[in-house]
């Protein structure tokens, strides 16, 4: 897969571990929607998302049932993730980087073209070390990432944006203790055992 170490791309991954075992590490961008420093306003934030990721279609869905898509708009990763450069964007020209960027920002940053997920984590922390993995929020004010939690995102946007969106009334994520709890049981034995099974090393463990 490829990943940061200190800021800096490298093609070798972590691998599975000495079972064969694939092994996710946690996501580290946690950042809550509504604080002080992440408001909760329409145009501010942006998902980047791939086609390709089953996390990502969480977000997208929950967008799409809300009615967010003039609220929060989303950048798309090409669909294939490779190990030179990971997940890529708008090959072969990228993006603007003025996208991901306050509005009215002039400085010389703003011409450049982003063609990989990467360069975006490292805007957001030039020391960054992990993969660079979908799905992102991001933050156009601050340029940074406010979360990369696929079940944080998916609840920021099923609670926290009613306001702005189309289809109030659709409660999709009502908070109840027994909602976190099938969350949970689905992650280990659906969710995640997919990618177990995908990426696993041995016959064992997969």
Not at 120 to 130: I, K, L, N, P, Q
Request: hydrophobic share 35%; glycine share 8%; with cysteine.
């Amino acid at each position: 897969m490829g990943r940061l170490l200190e800021g800096k791309w490298i093609t070798n991954d972590l691998g599975p571990d000495e079972k064969g075992r694939y092994v996710r590490r946690a996501t580290q961008f946690r950042n809550e929607i509504p604080s002080d420093k992440f408001p909760v306003e329409k145009g501010r934030y942006r998902l980047i998302l791939s086609h390709a990721c089953g996390w990502s279609h969480r977000c997208l869905l929950v967008r799409a049932l809300k009615g967010l898509e003039d609220v929060i708009p989303v950048t798309f990763c090409d669909p294939f993730m490779g190990q030179e450069k990971g997940w890529t964007l708008g090959l072969p020209d990228g993006i603007d980087q003025a996208a991901l960027l306050p509005a009215g920002n002039n400085g010389n940053d703003s011409a450049k073209r982003i063609t990989a997920l990467y360069e975006v984590y490292c805007m957001a922390d030039s020391e960054y070390t992990g993969r660079a993995s979908v799905p992102v929020l991001w933050d156009s004010q601050s340029g940074t990432i406010v979360n990369n939690e696929s079940s944080d995102i998916v609840r920021f946007l099923c609670q926290e944006f009613d306001e702005f969106a189309v289809h109030k009334n659709v409660e999709l994520h009502p908070g109840q203790v027994s909602v976190e709890e099938m969350i949970k049981a689905n992650y280990d034995t659906v969710n995640n055992a997919v990618y177990r099974c995908g990426f696993a090393g041995s016959q064992e463990a997969y």
